[in-house]
């Protein structure tokens, strides 16, 4: 297989760093892997079940060595459709084929919605968009908490309040504000605040991601085959949750994947999935069986 290439790209208030794995089968249309805000080095597992296509990944703005350079703190999905399309126009191969996840998963909608003609098939894979939910607005309360949390108070109490969030079933509560704030060293995390405020999740993208509402008749309409996945493992969670209602709002089935909202990671950040597995299904999708 040929070294992977890393390319740099100019785009609106970011540049961005995006890295192609040229494959050694015959399918020209690229595979783009996508995340946010975990950046290409979350994919290197699931890369390596896709040897015979050209797989793209990349780091989004603001996070690993995409850097922001119009000063901005927070990200919007928009703006992250944009940097896709301008890497997809780069490429210059076509409309690819696209696996997105988490808040890469959003972004993707962001980028069918606006720009169909560049994605033939995505699969988004639990996207945490929170105005689909019945409960919308306390789970949008709750992850505006996170973020004011995050600036209050630093890492570890809003990475507490995420953590419990995205482990929760079912619906969140109208009283989610009087309860008990879960303990940062429960979850091995820090309690001292060492000042910093340039978290990609807490600071930059926790709100714009989560209080994403995708334009379900631009999607509807779109020229892209578009598949919603909820892990096996992720039963009513948080994101399972959204993936069903955006799923309902496209008028599609949910296709349930291996493992849960890592499902494709193969110790990548410190977290096992089902990789083998889970590509085996992406690779299903992808294929239109």
Same mark, same amino acid.
């Given at each position: 297989m040929a070294e992977t290439d890393?390319?740099?790209?100019?785009?609106?208030? $970011?540049?961005?760093?995006y890295d192609v794995r040229p494959g050694t089968g015959t399918d020209p249309r690229p595979l783009l892997l996508i995340g946010s805000p975990m950046d290409a080095t979350?994919?290197?597992t699931?890369?390596?079940?896709f040897t015979d296509r050209t797989v793209v990944t990349?780091?989004?703005?603001?996070? &690993?060595?995409?850097?922001?350079?119009?000063? $901005?703190?927070?990200?919007?999905?928009?703006?992250?459709?944009?940097?896709?399309?301008? @890497? !997809?126009?780069?490429?210059?191969a076509g409309p690819v084929?696209?696996?997105?996840?988490?808040?890469?998963?959003?972004?993707?909608? $962001?980028?069918? $919605?606006?720009r169909p003609e560049l994605v033939h098939t995505v699969v988004a894979h639990e996207p945490p968009a929170a105005p689909v939910l019945p409960d919308h607005e306390a789970a949008l309360g709750l992850c505006a908490d996170i973020h004011a949390t995050y600036l209050r108070d630093g890492q570890g109490p809003a990475m507490a309040k995420f953590i419990a969030l995205v482990s929760r079933t079912g619906p969140i509560p109208a009283n989610w504000a009087e309860e008990p704030a879960p303990a940062p060293e429960?979850?091995?995390l820090p309690t001292e605040d060492d000042g910093t405020r340039d978290d990609p999740l807490l600071g930059q993208n926790m709100r714009g991601c989560t209080s994403y509402a995708p334009d379900f008749a631009a999607l509807r309409a779109a020229s892209t085959r578009i598949v !919603?996945?909820? &892990?096996?493992?992720?039963?009513?969670?948080?994101?399972?949750?959204?993936?069903? &209602?955006?799923?309902? &709002? @496209?008028?599609?089935?949910v296709s349930v994947y291996p493992s849960h909202h890592g499902g494709f990671l193969g110790g990548e950040f410190g977290q096992q999935g089902a990789p083998t597995e889970f590509?085996?299904?992406?690779?299903?999708?992808l294929e239109g069986a």
């Open positions: 890393t390319r740099i790209l100019e785009t609106v208030g $970011a540049t961005v760093h979350g994919f290197t699931l890369a390596s079940h990349y780091d989004p703005r603001g996070v &690993g060595r995409s850097k922001r350079t119009d000063g $901005a703190t927070e990200n919007l999905p928009e703006e992250h459709a944009d940097d896709l399309a301008r @890497i !997809i126009e780069a490429l210059g084929d696209l696996f997105a996840s988490s808040g890469g998963a959003v972004n993707s909608l $962001a980028l069918v $919605a606006a429960a979850f091995g !919603i996945a909820a &892990g096996k493992e992720s039963g009513d969670t948080f994101c399972a949750r959204t993936a069903v &209602g955006v799923a309902e &709002g @496209i008028g599609v089935p590509a085996e299904a992406l690779r299903v999708s």
